[in-house]
């Protein structure tokens, strides 16, 4: 089963940017779909998008266009999601789950709160 | 965007009582349906996916039903480990959406 272990707890000024780091414990991390999830404070699951790691393609939810990246290094089984232009209703938990019939998410990393505050 | 609506928000039981969740689409999602359980401090854990397969490692008191717009996450007996907030998931269309979620409490 592989798993996924997010890079820790960040705290970021708005307007700043934050990267997130999400590593898979197997060499099985090629051939999959990696979702990025997030869940605000008393607030509910929003996917974000996700990253093919073979071919590197993504596609993200409208909301975040223009404002986040995924990316992967596969020689390190490791895909990154950046957020740029930080708000403070970007505080979050975000996690990065890998995509089960592609779409699904299963399993899921551990979650890293990014807080934003002044 | 497909809106998934959960209902009740919070349902209180006890052990050994069974727990009915509810989760209605805007629009039909087929069988492309999931739920997960979440625990503070804990990753999510997949459940159920495609409206009625129990992930790997899921117990048999956990099953789900329904299709096109209306589903449900049946518990038929609550273990202490299972008082979570339960979200649905839908794969029908894109962007994927979740429900709101409902809080199963002591």
């Known amino acids: 089963q592989v798993q996924l272990v997010q890079s820790g707890a960040e705290v970021k000024k708005p307007g700043a940017s934050v990267k997130v780091s999400c590593k898979a414990s197997?060499?099985?991390?090629?051939?999959?779909?990696l979702h990025w999830v997030r869940q605000a404070p008393g607030r509910g699951l929003e996917s974000m998008g996700w990253i093919n790691v073979n071919s590197g393609d993504t596609r993200y939810a409208e909301q975040f266009q223009g404002r986040v990246s995924m990316t992967r290094d596969t020689s390190i089984s490791t895909a990154y999601m950046e957020l740029t232009s930080l708000r403070s209703d970007d505080t979050a938990v975000y996690y990065c789950?890998?995509?089960?019939?592609?779409?699904?998410?299963?399993?899921w990393g551990q979650g890293t709160l990014v807080t934003v505050s002044s | 965007e497909i809106v998934l609506t959960q209902s009740p928000a919070t349902l209180s039981l006890s052990p050994g009582e069974r727990a009915t969740l509810s989760c209605r689409a805007s629009q039909s999602v087929s069988v492309f349906l999931a739920w997960y359980q979440l625990k503070p401090g804990q990753a999510p854990r997949l459940l159920i996916y495609d409206t009625s397969n129990r992930a790997t490692g899921i117990p048999a008191r956990f099953s789900g039903t329904g299709s096109g717009t209306d589903f449900t996450l049946t518990i038929s007996s609550l273990e202490p480990e299972d008082f979570a907030v339960y979200y649905c998931q839908q794969r029908s269309k894109f962007p994927l959406t979740f429900g709101g979620g409902t809080k199963v409490e002591i």
């Open positions: 197997e060499h099985t991390f090629s051939g999959h779909y």
């Open positions: 789950a890998k995509g089960f019939m592609t779409n699904y998410f299963d399993p």
